[in-house]
């Protein structure tokens, strides 16, 4: 069975500040990962997606993530966290035309 | 495009009134998707259609909820009797073979 762990349920960042969001997986087979955003009263936003190949993944607004077999993680990372970036975050994984599990998703705040 | 469409944005009802939530794939996509969002329990999938035909639908969390997909361009979600634990916000999505898109959803209250 497919699953995500999430472990930070809430993190607090200053603006300006490095962020990384963990995500761990579980899959039988080779992963197909993704990173959803959030906002409040929102729908889910795609960030970025891993399905093979290069193991640093490129996103929308500055973010990036980087695929880790040996770990089974995938977590995601941006260098300068901006005020309009606070939101939740969303780690998932499956295959897309069939079933997604998700983590319990991250909250993530920004003090000015 | 206009990405998916779901109707109501908001729905208030009343304990054990029928509720029917509608949604609009993106076109071409191949496959739509049920979702329920809660505090407690996250985003849980209900129910997913490939080429309009009932997949998976061991999320549905009792015969209350039923979902159907007439055509390749619509679906929808009803709930009766409604229930206050019904109480949620639901989002439809629909997929590419690499990515799923997620409507605004729906938020129902059930009083």
């Known amino acids: 069975a497919q699953s995500v762990t999430q472990p930070d349920i809430h993190i607090t960042v200053s603006e300006g500040a490095s962020l990384e969001l963990r995500c761990n997986y579980s899959?039988?087979?080779?992963?197909?990962l993704f990173w959803y955003v959030q906002s409040p009263g929102q729908g889910l936003q795609l960030l970025l997606k891993?399905?093979?190949?290069?193991?640093l993944v490129q996103g929308i607004k500055g973010f990036e993530a980087e695929f880790k077999r040996s770990q089974s993680s995938f977590n995601l990372r941006k260098p300068s966290v901006h005020w309009s970036d606070a939101a939740e975050y969303f780690c998932?994984?499956?295959?897309?035309?069939?079933?997604?599990?998700f983590g319990k998703g991250t909250k993530l705040s920004v003090i000015p | 495009d206009a990405g998916v469409i779901q109707s109501p944005r908001h729905e208030v009802t009343e304990m054990g009134q029928e509720v029917t939530l509608r949604c609009k794939p993106i076109?071409?996509?191949?496959?739509l998707f049920w979702y329920r969002q809660t505090m407690m329990r996250g985003l849980e999938l209900l129910i997913y259609?490939?080429?309009?035909?009932?997949?998976?639908d061991s999320g549905m969390p009792e015969d209350r909820f039923s979902a159907k997909m007439p055509n390749a361009s619509f679906s929808t979600l009803k709930i009766q009797p409604s229930e206050p634990r019904d109480s949620a916000v639901y989002f439809c999505?629909?997929?590419?073979?690499?990515?799923?898109?997620f409507g605004p959803g729906t938020r129902l209250l059930v009083l």
């Open positions: 999505a629909s997929s590419t073979k690499e990515t799923q898109y």
């Open positions: 899959y039988g087979a080779t992963p197909y």
């Open positions: 891993y399905f093979s190949g290069d193991t």
């Open positions: 998932a994984v499956g295959p897309p035309s069939y079933q997604l599990t």
């Open positions: 076109s071409g996509h191949n496959s």
């Open positions: 259609f490939n080429n309009n035909v009932p997949i998976d």
